[in-house]
Every structure is written in structure tokens, then in C-alpha cells.
């Protein structure tokens, strides 16, 4: 079946220091998106993207979708403790309103 | 504006004890509902999703049963609860027939079986 892998697993970054995280699909999508859940919370959706190569901006936060539609990633640059939380890709199951979750990449911020 | 509501927020619930769960959503009409269930430190599962009224599609065999009475109203149960069944419980919403604007989340049910 359809599979939305992230990597990576973890990651724990200084604070100021940039992030980056990638999210690959077993198959082609019709648009990706991201979610934020901070420690404790529930996911919050971030951004859609539905272009081949589309890239958007919000802050310092970067989100990219790859020429194939198979891959997106989430670079947030100079990272600030509130960018803590695990940050989750999602993308369609094919012909359904169902979106398939990645498995998530945990932030932590040390200050 | 549209605003969804889950409770209880925490259950801790004996082996054996049934289940139920309610979600609902205001400020919209005819939503997708889904109810995903993350397990401590881990990824969000789809357990059951419905486009209408009656219409519930289950994602993964287990104890677990949904159902939509009304058009913004969506329950979790179970008849007999399992110690596997802990975890974090979300219900979500989307606008039907519409992309982009992604999922809207309940605040969540944290279920300990004991």
C-alpha cells in the first residue's frame, strides 16, 4: 500500500541552527501537506502544496515539493524553541479524502 | 468560523469497560470525519473516516467501531476495551469536496487502559 516515510527520526538542533525535514512517498502525489504538533497538542496544518517543484514561505519556515510530486521537505531556518514539536507530512491516498500521514520528524530545540 | 470539540480529554478506563468517544464539528455543514489514533511518541493511524451520514470506512480491523448519527457528529466505540487500545485519540474534519485547507484537529483523547 501507499507509504509516506520522513527522515529523519529524530533530530535535536542548537538553538539558531537550521532544520530540514524529508518526507518521500511510495507513489506520485497530488499535492502534500505539513502539520506541526507541539509536545502534548494535536497536529496543526501548516501548508498545502499541489505544484511540481512549488516552494513556499512562511517566516522561516521553507516547504518544497519535489519535479516528480514523490518528495517534499520543510526547512526552517534559525530555529527558535517554539519551532519544537514533530512536524508531519501528509499526503492523499489516491481517489479518497484520506490523507496518509509520514511518520513524523521530532524537533528539539536546545537553547 | 468552524470549530471542532472532543472530549473527554483524558480516560483511563478499566480492561473489559466499553468506549465512546464524541466528536463534533460547528460552523459547517456535510464535513469528511476521520478518527486517527497516535500511540505515545509515534506516527498518526487512520482508524475510520466518513463522507456523510451513515457512511463510515474502517482502515484497520480491531475492536474498535464508528459511527456518524448526524451530519456533524462522529463517535468512537468499543464494546470491550484492550490494553492496545491506549493511546492518543483525534478526531479531524475537511472541508467535503474541497483540497487545501487540510485537516482541522480536536485537541484529543488520551485513553489509558488499565
Known amino acids: 500500500g501507499q507509504q509516506v516515510m520522513q527522515i529523519p527520526q529524530y533530530q535535536h538542533v542548537q538553538e539558531g541552527e537550521d532544520f530540514t525535514t524529508y518526507c518521500n512517498s511510495s507513489?506520485?502525489?497530488?499535492?502534500i501537506q505539513w502539520y506541526k504538533q507541539r509536545p502534548g497538542g494535536h497536529p496543526v496544518f501548516l501548508i498545502q502544496l499541489v505544484k511540481s517543484g512549488e516552494v513556499k514561505k512562511q517566516k522561516r519556515l521553507t516547504f518544497q515539493f519535489g519535479e516528480a510530486k514523490k518528495n517534499s521537505s520543510l526547512h526552517i531556518t534559525a530555529t527558535q524553541t517554539t519551532d519544537v514539536g514533530t512536524y508531519f507530512c501528509?499526503?492523499?491516498?489516491?481517489?479518497?479524502?484520506?490523507?496518509?500521514f509520514g511518520t513524523g520528524t521530532r524537533l528539539k530545540v536546545l537553547a | 468560523s468552524q470549530t471542532i470539540h472532543q472530549w473527554p480529554a483524558t480516560l483511563v478506563q478499566p480492561v473489559g469497560s466499553p468506549l465512546s468517544l464524541e466528536c463534533t464539528v460547528e460552523g459547517t455543514s456535510n464535513p469528511n470525519l476521520y478518527w486517527y489514533r497516535q500511540a505515545a511518541g509515534r506516527g498518526l493511524q487512520l482508524l475510520f473516516y466518513?463522507?456523510?451520514?451513515g457512511q463510515i470506512s474502517s482502515e484497520v480491523p480491531q475492536n474498535l467501531s464508528a459511527s456518524r448519527p448526524q451530519d456533524r457528529q462522529f463517535i468512537l466505540s468499543s464494546k470491550k476495551l484492550l490494553l492496545s487500545d491506549s493511546g492518543f485519540y483525534l478526531c479531524?474534519?475537511?472541508?467535503?469536496?474541497?483540497w487545501g485547507y487540510g485537516y482541522t484537529f480536536g485537541s484529543g483523547t488520551r485513553l489509558t487502559v488499565v
Open positions: 507513489t506520485t502525489l497530488s499535492n
Open positions: 466518513s463522507v456523510g451520514i
Open positions: 479531524a474534519w475537511s472541508a467535503s469536496g474541497v
Open positions: 501528509a499526503g492523499p491516498s489516491s481517489g479518497t479524502y484520506k490523507y496518509i
